[in-house]
């Protein structure tokens, strides 16, 4: 019966993923739909979605370091692989939201933020991809109970 009181009661719990708002998840082959040496032009996926929160996945860039984010690449990237101020064309720059707790940045983070698209100057390097008021997505645990509460 107490079982069956407690299954009860988290059924009546608001479902804690409800009160996020969506997101959608880019990747690189996402961002543009023509590259030329004059410069790049956005896929329609992405003009659609600039101005909404997105998701991406990719590999932090330890060096050069912005102020208040991160770069994020598409491949995994060393300072040491170019010169010290040359970064791929399509690393996308991340600005953390205020206030918030950030744990170590993992070397392959997802970062949720809403997307900028245009130059966009961080620290000394401009970026033509932009996540505004990010925050990481940390995975969540969920907790296996065993039959019997053990």
């Known amino acids: 019966m107490a079982t069956i009181v407690l299954f009860l009661r988290l059924m009546a719990l608001p479902d804690p993923t409800a009160a996020r708002p969506s997101s959608a998840q880019i990747d690189w082959p996402d961002f543009f739909s023509r590259i030329t040496v004059t410069g ?3 896929s329609d996926l ?5 101005g909404k ?3 991406i996945r990719g590999y932090s860039i330890p060096s050069p370091q912005v102020p208040g984010g991160l770069l994020l690449a598409r491949d995994a990237f060393a300072s040491s692989d170019a010169e010290e101020t040359e970064i791929p064309f399509d690393v996308v720059g991340v600005t953390w939201r205020k206030g918030i707790f950030l744990p170590p940045v ?3 983070p997802t970062v ?7 130059n966009t100057p961080l620290g000394d390097q401009i970026v033509s991809v932009a996540l505004a008021d ?6 969540t645990r969920t907790r296996r109970v065993r039959p019997g509460g053990r």
């Open 106 to 108: 993992p070397v392959r």
């Open 40 to 42: 790049v032009e956005y």
């Open 112 to 118: 949720e933020g809403t997307l900028r698209l245009g």
């Open 46 to 50: 992405l003009k659609g979605l600039e």
């Open 53 to 55: 929160r997105v998701r």
């Open 134 to 139: 990010a925050t990481p997505v940390i995975p």
